[in-house]
């Protein structure tokens, strides 16, 4: 806090807003014409958002812009007399960066709705403790959002937009030289990408998954203990993280300090869920914990063989109405009934994780019947096709007979 | 005949003068020539249309003409209605070779020159049919209130707006509104039981009366006096009534193999699906207002259309003044020209829409 007052006696945030950007600028006069990273900030200044509100160089580094090279050398509008701080250093970034992004009159002449808990949750954070503790190699705010060129959060091209996070994250993550220090696995982007989150965020573009910060908090990112993942998870799985807070699981995992959610589905690399998962046979995950014979394993086994014989009626059920569709029946009803019938399979996959047989009976009966009564529709309308086809050839027996019959009467006529 | 003299037959007589009309079926004889065949079209499209009247009058039985009841009102029909798939199946195919037959009918009178002094009205008549025939497509198709018919309606009536003047106006009367609601639902099936009906009965008992009271006309290259003739009853009839079960047989078979589709409900919030085309007889139309371009000269290129299509529907109306009434049976002009260009234009630009 105390390199947040100090930064505060040389950067005034308020004046900072209030003073209008200088037409010419001294700082970007003379950058502009030198090399590498002292040309870098003039040019990513354009695409730069605090740039973008009005605010420029000053207002980080100090010193007097409006200084000209012809009333004064680089060395007067960098003097330390008029505010000038130079380059921060790593530990006094988020300082800095707080000296705004932490003050909510500030903050909100730009946005109302703007967070100003960053700082403070930085603090708490692994890396925020870390950096405050003087390691120069964990992340600060430039390593996420970029020093210069900082790009809003909804920006596609922002290395913080959510399907730019896990890359962003495994710039350091990934690097196996730069984590042995710290002895924690770098193979959590790659992971990640792999994983069900992965593909719906980066491939599909879902803007609803989840990426690294969703899990581990952003600003404040800890790894989550064993006994809050099951709370992570259940941000967006509600009902999977009641239903197994109810369950004979959760004591269970929490006697054995296992992970809730995580022991069965991974952490990073969470696969698309699937029946194979569950009951006896590879590769069930059951198996490595409940002995042939338990009432676990067998919990287990009653579960499966319910769940695919349900997906089996439905399936039957969806192609008998499927070809009474193709002959031109109107099954419309039963095949929208039969959606019904889908949603009872999905919600008995979601009972899955009270792992109780008894607790799934109501939802694997209203499918079985839902299935009964799809298939029942669609066997009428196959018989109603049938009996449809055999009017018609009995009529247009009898149809050609009559007409027989008059071109008969038409002949004699003519005689 | 022993009916007719006996003592109820007098009776009726002195009361109705029915004898008139036994005296009239009586006599009645009809030309027959090589063309004969193409003769039969007209009381064939008279059938179709007995057809749609009676299966109209069954499907009204359980139809709810609004936007909440209308699609549930025949789906229902189709799947619970005894006999209702086969009524409603045989309405839909029935409607389609009912103005089929009505165009042949049309296109044969007009290669047969019918249209000849002094069955100019006889002409007139037949081609308002026509036009109330397609009407009568037009407003049926949205009443099941389906997708497709949905947004078919709104390109229809949409077209409809852009005629000069009175378009606005025209659209919003058939709509009953700026868009395509359940007013207009309720709008079609009025016209569509009610006001079409009415119109083409007065319209058809005067085409049927100038038939009767101009006889069959005889083709220029038949000579009248050589042509032999039969008896209208039981002769032509009885020919009637083969074609007749032949098309009762032809849509038993249509509605039991390809059953007539109910398709989607109609959500005016979904977007338009792709490849919206009208019913196959407004296709042509349909066709060449997408190839004309959007302007041409300052002018609107669909108004141009349009107005195309009226002034065609206008020459077809008063084709009988624009045809020399007496010609020589070998010469003949060139009026069949202009109709097999017609045929070929329909059946090209349908071709189009379907095949690309």
Redesign the interface.
Known sequence: MWQQLLLLMVLNPAQAQAAPRPVESTCVRCHQDLDGSLLEPVKLRTQDIHFQKGLSCHNCHGGDPAIGIETGGPEDSMNPRKGFTGRPSRRQIAALCAICHSQIETMRKFNPQARVDQYAEYLTSVHGKKNQAGDPNVATCSDCHGAHGVRAVKDANSPVYAPNVAATCGRCHADAKLMSSYRIPTNQAEQYGKSVHGEALMKNRDLAAPTCNSCHGNHGAAPPGVDSVANVCGQCHAMQWDMFGKSAHKKAFEEQKLPACATCHQNHLIERTSDAMIGNEEPALCPACHEQGSAGYLAARLMKSRIAGLEARLAAAGQILQRAARA??????PIYKLSEGRDRLIHARVEVHMFNPAAMQKTLSEGESIAADSEQSGQKALA?LAY??A??AV??VI??C??GL??L??RR?RA | MAAGKSKWGDWLEERTGWRLVQELIEHKDVPRHRHSFWYYFGGMTLFLFAVQVCTGILLLLYYRPSAEAAFESVQFIMTEVQFGWLIRSVHSWSANLMIAAAFVHMFSALFLRSFRRPRELTWVSGSLLLFLSLAFGFSGYLLPWNKLAFFATKVGTDIAGVVPLIGPFLLRFLRGGDEVTGATLTRFFGFHVAILPAVTTALLSIHLYLVQKHGMSVPPSVDPEKAPRMRFIPDFLLRDLVGWLAAIALLAGLAAIFPWELGEKADPFAPAPAGIKPEWYFVFMFQTLKYIPAKILTIDGELLGIMFFSILGLLLVITPWLSPAQRPAEKRGWLPVVGVLVIVYIAVLSAMAYLT
């Not at chain 1, 031109?328 to 009803?333: A, T, Y």
């Open positions: 031109g029946m109107e099954v419309s009803n109603d449809r086809r009017g018609l009529s247009a149809l050609l009559m007409i008059l071109l009467k038409i006529l």
